[in-house]
C-alpha cells in the first residue's frame, strides 16, 4: 500500500490523499516523495479532471512535516541535495497541474506538509484547535526546503513571511486566514465539502489566475513587498533583529534572509535553486545534529515508557489541590486549569489567595489577547478562571486526585502540610512536592505511604519554563512516578525522571556554575564582563542576572542544601550571605546584583564597595570566564552521570537546556563536553585544580572515559 494514492470522485474531482502506512502520521521522508512522484504520474495521465483536493487519509492530522530522523542521519552534502530537488520537482508537478488544486487541511500541518500544501493553488483548514500551520525547521537548524522560501513570500508576503520563517511559529486555521496562508477556515465536518466547492471558485478564474498571490493592503505593505528599498529595508530589520536574538550562533535565520534576498525578484525555478543550494549546507552543519538531537531527546522524554511494568497505568487527574498559593501557585492552576483541571487553591491568608488569582487572570488574559480576545478564544478563558477555585480550608480534599505543595522552602513547614493532607486524601491520589532542593525521602518520613509522594519540580517562570523534575524517592511507587510523569506530559512539559540527590539535577549543576561566578567576581573580575561571557557564550542570561531572577535568599538555601551536601567543593557563599543580610533580595526587592526598576536592569556602582572586594582586575577575555564556569559545570554533570541521579546522558543535556537555558545549538553541556574533547577537558580541571583547588578536581567518570578515548555521549555529526 502506498503513501499517496488518487480517489476519483463524481464530477471529475480527484483526492490526492496521503496516508503513510508505516506511521501514525504522515511524514514525508525519501518514500513519501517516491510515492508522490507516482501520485503525480496518475493525476497527470487521467482525462477529464476539474480539480484535486490534496488531503490526509488520517484523521484529526494532516502531515507532520519531514522526517526529523533522516533530517539528523545525513551527512553527505549531494545525498541531501538530491533529495531536495527531487521534491522540488514533485512539488512543482503538483503546483503545474492544468485543473484547480485545493489543499484540505485538518490538524498538525508543519514544514513540509505546509511546503506540499502552498504547492497547491489555495488551502483551506478546519478550525479545530488541533490545526496548526507553520514552518519549524528554523528550530532544526535549516529554513524551509521544500520551496517554502519561495513560495511563501508570493502568498503573504515578504513581512509576514519572514516572521513565520524566521520565529517558527505556527498559526491556527482563524490567523492563518487573516495572515492570507490559507483562503478559508471552515468547520472540519464540511472541510471536504467546502473545497469542492473552492475548486469551483478556481475553476472559473482564468488559467493564469488561480492561484492565490499576495494583494498588499494599504500603501505601507505596497512599499515593503513591492520596491527594492523597502524590501531592503524589512531585510536588515530582520537580519539586526536575528543577530540580537541569536548572537550570532544559529546560522539558519541569517541564511533564509539571505536566500531571499537573492531570490525575491527571481524566477521561482532559480530561486529553488539556490534554496536547495543553501539548505542542503546547513542539513550537514553541527548546530543541525545538535538541534535535531535535542529535538528527538524530547520527545523522547515525552512519550517513552516511565517503569519497565508496561502494566502499571497512571491515575487520571481531574482535579489538583494546590496548598501555597502567590506567583508560583498562580502559575500552577492557570497552566493546569488551562488543561482542564479543576484546580482547588488553599492558602491560610487571603491576600495570597489574591495574588495567586491575579496572577493566573493575567496569563489568561494574555494568551486571549494573543488568540484575538473573542469568540472562542473568550469563551475558553471563563471556562478556565472557572475551573480556579481558591479557599482557606482543607475540605473537599478527599476529592483531589493529584495534590502539591508549593508552599515556603522549610522542610517542617512541608512536613506538617504532608501530614494534614495524607489523612484527608483519596487512598489512590498521588502527594507531590514542589521543592527545588529538600529532599523528598526526607519529606516523607512520619507518611503513613510515602510510596505515594514524589517530587514535582516546576521551573520559574511555570507558563513559560519547558521543564519540569519529576523526582523519585526511595519508596516512591511505580504507580506515582507514572502518574507524574502522565501529569506533566497533559501539562505540556518536558518531563524528565531524576533520583532524590541533593538539588536534584538542574540546581546541582547549576550551584557549581553560579558559586564559580561569584568566587570571580571575589577574585576581582568586573560582574558586567562575567556575565557578558556567558552570555556570548550563548546562554540566556549571565549568572548574576540569573541569580537576581530566582531570587538570592532561594538561591541561598540551594547554595546551603549542596554545601552541606558536597563540602569539600561547594565555595562558601560569602556574598549571597552579605546580600541576604542587607535585603538585597535580586528582582523582587529591587535590589541585589544589579538595581532593578520595572523590567530595566542596570549595574550597582557601588556593589564592590558594599561586599568589601578589591575592583579594576582586568579581565583576561570572555573565552577564559566562561571556561571556567562551564568546566565547573561538565564536571558536575558527570558525577551527576555516574551518580545517576538521572538516567542517561541524553535526559541530563534536555534537562539543562530546558531547566536551565543551556545554549541548544551546543546540544546539550554533555555534548558541548564532548565536541571540546574529554582528554582536554580533564587536562584543564586537572590544571585549574592545582591552582584553585579541590572544586577542579576531575570526576571519576570523566577521567575513565578520557583515559579510554571515550565519550559521553555519540560524536556530533559535521560538514
Known amino acids: 500500500m502506498g503513501v499517496f494514492r488518487v480517489e476519483l470522485q463524481a464530477g471529475g474531482i480527484a483526492h490526492l490523499v496521503m496516508d503513510h502506512p508505516a506511521r501514525k502520521v504522515n511524514v514525508l521522508d525519501a518514500e513519501a516523495i517516491a510515492d508522490l512522484e507516482q501520485a503525480m504520474g496518475v493525476l497527470?495521465?487521467?482525462?477529464?479532471l476539474t480539480g484535486v483536493v490534496l488531503r490526509s487519509g488520517k484523521s484529526g492530522t494532516f502531515i507532520a512535516g519531514a522526517d526529523v530522523s533522516a533530517i539528523g542521519a545525513l551527512t553527505d552534502r549531494e545525498q541531501v541535495l538530491s533529495l531536495i530537488r527531487r521534491a522540488h520537482g514533485a512539488f512543482n508537478r503538483l503546483a503545474g497541474l492544468a485543473c484547480p488544486t485545493v489543499a484540505a487541511i485538518?490538524?498538525?500541518?508543519?514544514?513540509g506538509g505546509t511546503e506540499l500544501a502552498l504547492a497547491c493553488d489555495a488551502r483551506i483548514a478546519s478550525e479545530e484547535p488541533r490545526t496548526q500551520i507553520?514552518?519549524?525547521?528554523?528550530?532544526?537548524?535549516?529554513?524551509?526546503?521544500?520551496?517554502?522560501?519561495?513560495?511563501?513570500?508570493?502568498l503573504i508576503g515578504l513581512a509576514a513571511a519572514l516572521d513565520l520563517i524566521l520565529t517558527g511559529r505556527s498559526l491556527d486555521a482563524r490567523r492563518a486566514e487573516k495572515t492570507g496562508l490559507i483562503a478559508r477556515a471552515v468547520p472540519a465536518a464540511w472541510l471536504i465539502e467546502r473545497a469542492h466547492e473552492h475548486l469551483a471558485v478556481l475553476a472559473r478564474r482564468p488559467a493564469g489566475q488561480r492561484r492565490d498571490a499576495y494583494r498588499p493592503r494599504g500603501l505601507g505593505a505596497w512599499f515593503v513587498d513591492r520596491t527594492p528599498f523597502g524590501q531592503a529595508i524589512a531585510l536588515g530589520q530582520a537580519r539586526s533583529m536575528t543577530r540580537a536574538r541569536t548572537g550570532g550562533h544559529y546560522?539558519?535565520?541569517?541564511?533564509a534572509i539571505e536566500v531571499l534576498e537573492r531570490t525575491l525578484r527571481l524566477p521561482l525555478e532559480a530561486g529553488l535553486a539556490i534554496e536547495a543550494a543553501r539548505v542542503s549546507d546547513l542539513v550537514t552543519g553541527t548546530v543541525c545534529k545538535n538541534l535535531v538531537r535535542?529535538?528527538?531527546?524530547?520527545e523522547r522524554a515525552k512519550k517513552d515508557p516511565v517503569v519497565a511494568d508496561a502494566s502499571v497505568?497512571?491515575?487520571?487527574?481531574?482535579?489538583?489541590l494546590l496548598i501555597g498559593a502567590g506567583v508560583m501557585g498562580g502559575g500552577i492552576a492557570e497552566l493546569a486549569s488551562r488543561f482542564g483541571i479543576t484546580v482547588r487553591v488553599r492558602d491560610l491568608k487571603p491576600e495570597a489567595l489574591t495574588h495567586a488569582l491575579q496572577t493566573a487572570r493575567s496569563l489568561i488574559a494574555e494568551r486571549t489577547r494573543r488568540r484575538g480576545g473573542r469568540g472562542e478564544a473568550a469563551r475558553e478563558a471563563l471556562a478556565q478562571m472557572t475551573r480556579i477555585q481558591p479557599t482557606l480550608e482543607m475540605a473537599a480534599a478527599g476529592r483531589a486526585d493529584f495534590a502539591m505543595e508549593a508552599v515556603v522552602e522549610d522542610l517542617d513547614v512541608k512536613r506538617r502540610v504532608f501530614a494534614e493532607l495524607e489523612v484527608r486524601l483519596g487512598h489512590d491520589a498521588v502527594l507531590a512536592t514542589n521543592t527545588s532542593s529538600l529532599s523528598v525521602d526526607a519529606l516523607a518520613q512520619g507518611l503513613a505511604h510515602p510510596e505515594r509522594l514524589c517530587g514535582f519540580h516546576f521551573f520559574n517562570p511555570v507558563h513559560r519554563m519547558p521543564l519540569v523534575e519529576v523526582v523519585r524517592g526511595a519508596k516512591t511507587s511505580d504507580r506515582t512516578l507514572v502518574t507524574a510523569v502522565g501529569l506533566a506530559r497533559r501539562l505540556g512539559k518536558t518531563p524528565v525522571v531524576v533520583s532524590d540527590a541533593p538539588g536534584f539535577v538542574v540546581n546541582r549543576i547549576l550551584m557549581p556554575y553560579l558559586g564559580e561566578a561569584m568566587v570571580l567576581l571575589e577574585e576581582g573580575y568586573p560582574l558586567p564582563d562575567i556575565d557578558r561571557a556567558m552570555r556570548r557564550f550563548g546562554m540566556p542570561m549571565g549568572p548574576f542576572e540569573v541569580l537576581d531572577e530566582v531570587g538570592l535568599d532561594v538561591a541561598r538555601k540551594v547554595a546551603g542544601v549542596l554545601g552541606r551536601a558536597f563540602p569539600d567543593r561547594t565555595p562558601?557563599?560569602?556574598?549571597?550571605?552579605?546580600?541576604?543580610?542587607?535585603?538585597?533580595?535580586g528582582r523582587k526587592s529591587g535590589l541585589g546584583f544589579y538595581r532593578h526598576r520595572g523590567r530595566d536592569r542596570r549595574p550597582d556602582p557601588g556593589l564592590c564597595a558594599f561586599l568589601g572586594l578589591r575592583r579594576g582586575r582586568k579581565s583576561p577575555g570572555p573565552e577564559v570566564l566562561a571556561e571556567r564556569m562551564v568546566l565547573a559545570m561538565i564536571n558536575e554533570a558527570a558525577r551527576c552521570l555516574e551518580e545517576q541521579v538521572v538516567a542517561d546522558a541524553g535526559m541530563l543535556d534536555v534537562a539543562m537546556i530546558f531547566g536551565a537555558g543551556f545554549p541548544p545549538f551546543r546540544g546539550g553541556l554533555l555534548r558541548h563536553a564532548d565536541a571540546l574533547g574529554l582528554a582536554k577537558v580533564e587536562a584543564r580541571l586537572t590544571s585549574l585544580g592545582a591552582e584553585k583547588g579541590e572544586r577542579f578536581r576531575p570526576a571519576a567518570l570523566l577521567k575513565r572515559l578520557a583515559a579510554a578515548g571515550g565519550t559521553f555521549t555519540a560524536p556530533p555529526a559535521s560538514a
Open 134 to 154: 507553520g514552518l519549524p525547521e528554523v528550530l532544526l537548524g535549516i529554513f524551509p526546503g521544500f520551496g517554502g522560501s519561495q513560495r511563501l513570500p508570493r
Open 572 to 585: 562558601p557563599a560569602t556574598v549571597l550571605e552579605k546580600l541576604v543580610a542587607a535585603g538585597r533580595l
Open 251 to 255: 546560522p539558519a535565520p541569517l541564511a
Open 313 to 320: 497505568s497512571p491515575t487520571p487527574v481531574r482535579s489538583l
Open 44 to 48: 497527470e495521465r487521467s482525462d477529464g
Open 106 to 111: 485538518d490538524g498538525v500541518c508543519l514544514g
Open 294 to 298: 535535542i529535538f528527538e531527546l524530547s
